[in-house]
């Protein structure tokens, strides 16, 4: 473990049962061949960049850099380098999202036409005891947020051609609610409310709604409208929870999620609410990947996709235009029933189906 605040690093190591080092000590370690890169937003491809020039593996932090132009320069290092990039969210790895991706590619509910996704909330103020980086340029629910719920579509339904968005801004400072801080003024300079059109490669035109400006509402996460049926999504921010699917108008079924890994209870929200957590999983996965020489799903090529995607959307409110994407990527590969890590081992599977 290494951070530049050697005294954070070596908290983080004592409490966790690690050794810390120094960054530089770390980069020049022979044996260590991955490095998870969780520095903010705006050092993302600065440190990933150090990692793959150490000759490293890097998996980083969504986003991948703070434009898309910064995140092609760090996949063409890296493919110079002979490394791979891997980057957050793994979201859609969890069982509430894999058993969606299998309804929709065993054409339960059709050909997808359209649906609605919103991301809704206050924001960060009331509980976060540093929020001036969510309400700044870079910042905002987009940026975010976005990451995981647009990452969830490409999933389910393959990449995206254009959008086109509007923006506003709800109030012009926000009030620290908890923390040394509280009661201090954070001033917003960004955007906090966005309406998106997302139209997919495949046909399919999706709404978006992410508000930093909203009570309280009764969203559905994920709303997905196929020509047999609908199928409602659990939040991607999280990796558990049932979604519901409807068969040409019938009454919401559950749909069952326990054939498959991830979708287990493991944390406790300030709310109280228990949820599946399993961040990191897909660390795991590109770790078995690189043993296996096969791609690894949440990968550079579709973190690339998704920050073109957000960056097109804040353009588009900008400008006022329709922006088309100019990348794309293969949706990613779906993961077997399992209950654990072994869905990611090839070998593992093989010889428990043996």
């Given at each position: 473990?290494?951070?530049?605040?050697?005294?954070?690093?070596?908290?983080?190591?004592?409490?966790?049962?690690?050794?810390?080092?120094?960054?530089?000590?770390?980069?020049?370690?022979?044996?260590?061949?991955?490095?998870?890169?969780?520095?903010?937003?705006?050092?993302?491809?600065?440190?990933?960049?150090?990692?793959?020039?150490?000759?490293?593996?890097?998996?980083?932090?969504?986003?991948?850099?703070?434009?898309?132009?910064?995140?092609?320069?760090?996949?063409?290092?890296?493919?110079?380098?002979?490394?791979?990039?891997?980057?957050?969210?793994?979201?859609?790895?969890?069982?509430a999202h894999q058993a969606?991706?299998?309804?929709?590619?065993?054409g339960v509910i059709g050909?997808?036409?359209?649906?609605?996704?919103?991301?809704?909330?206050?924001?960060?103020?009331?509980?976060?005891?540093?929020?001036?980086?969510?309400?700044?340029?870079?910042?905002?629910?987009?940026?975010?947020?976005?990451?995981?719920?647009?990452?969830?579509?490409?999933?389910?339904?393959?990449?995206?051609?254009?959008?086109?968005?509007?923006?506003?801004?709800?109030?012009?400072?926000?009030?620290?609610?908890?923390?040394?801080?509280?009661?201090?003024?954070?001033?917003?300079?960004?955007?906090?409310?966005?309406?998106?059109?997302?139209?997919?490669?495949?046909?399919?035109?999706?709404?978006?709604?992410?508000?930093?400006?909203?009570?309280?509402?009764?969203?559905?996460?994920?709303?997905?409208?196929?020509?047999?049926?609908?199928?409602?999504?659990?939040?991607?921010?999280?990796?558990?929870?049932?979604?519901?699917?409807?068969?040409?108008?019938?009454?919401?079924?559950?749909?069952?999620?326990?054939?498959?890994?991830?979708?287990?209870?493991?944390?406790?929200?300030?709310?109280?609410?228990?949820?599946?957590?399993?961040?990191?999983?897909?660390?795991?996965?590109?770790?078995?990947?690189?043993?296996?020489?096969?791609?690894h799903r949440a990968d550079?090529?579709?973190?690339?996709?998704?920050?073109?995607?957000?960056?097109?959307?804040?353009?588009?409110?900008?400008?006022?235009?329709?922006?088309?994407?100019?990348?794309?990527?293969?949706?990613?590969?779906?993961?077997?029933?399992?209950?654990?890590?072994?869905?990611?081992?090839?070998?593992?599977?093989?010889?428990?189906?043996?």
């Amino acid at each position: 473990m290494a951070d530049i605040d050697a005294s954070a690093a070596g908290a983080q190591a004592e409490a966790f049962g690690v050794r810390s080092r120094t960054v530089e000590a770390l980069l020049a370690d022979p044996q260590i061949g991955l490095v998870v890169n969780l520095t903010v937003p705006a050092a993302h491809a600065e440190v990933s960049g150090r990692i793959i020039e150490a000759g490293k593996h890097v998996y980083s932090e969504k986003p991948l850099g703070v434009s898309a132009a910064e995140a092609r320069r760090l996949i063409a290092l890296a493919q110079a380098r002979g490394v791979r990039i891997g980057c957050a969210p793994d979201t859609f790895l969890g069982a509430a999202h894999q058993a969606s991706r299998a309804l929709i590619d065993a054409g339960v509910i059709g050909t997808v036409l359209s649906g609605s996704m919103s991301v809704l909330s206050r924001g960060m103020e009331a509980w976060h005891p540093n929020p001036d980086f969510f309400f700044r340029p870079g910042g905002g629910p987009v940026l975010d947020l976005g990451p995981y719920y647009v990452t969830q579509l490409v999933n389910l339904l393959g990449p995206i051609a254009s959008v086109a968005a509007t923006s506003g801004m709800g109030h012009a400072s926000r009030t620290i609610g908890s923390g040394p801080r509280a009661g201090e003024t954070v001033p917003v300079t960004t955007p906090t409310s966005y309406s998106a059109l997302l139209t997919f490669r495949g046909g399919a035109r999706i709404s978006f709604e992410a508000s930093w400006d909203v009570w309280k509402h009764q969203r559905v996460p994920i709303e997905l409208y196929g020509t047999e049926g609908s199928l409602l999504v659990p939040d991607p921010n999280f990796f558990g929870d049932e979604p519901r699917v409807s068969r040409r108008g019938g009454d919401w079924e559950r749909v069952d999620i326990s054939a498959y890994a991830f979708g287990t209870p493991n944390r406790t929200l300030r709310t109280g609410r228990a949820v599946a957590d399993h961040r990191s999983i897909g660390v795991v996965d590109m770790v078995s990947a690189i043993a296996e020489g096969r791609a690894h799903r949440a990968d550079a090529g579709l973190a690339l996709h998704v920050l073109d995607v957000l960056e097109a959307i804040d353009a588009s409110a900008s400008s006022g235009a329709f922006v088309e994407i100019s990348s794309t990527c293969e949706r990613p590969e779906p993961l077997p029933a399992g209950s654990d890590e072994a869905v990611f081992d090839t070998a593992v599977r093989s010889a428990r189906a043996s």
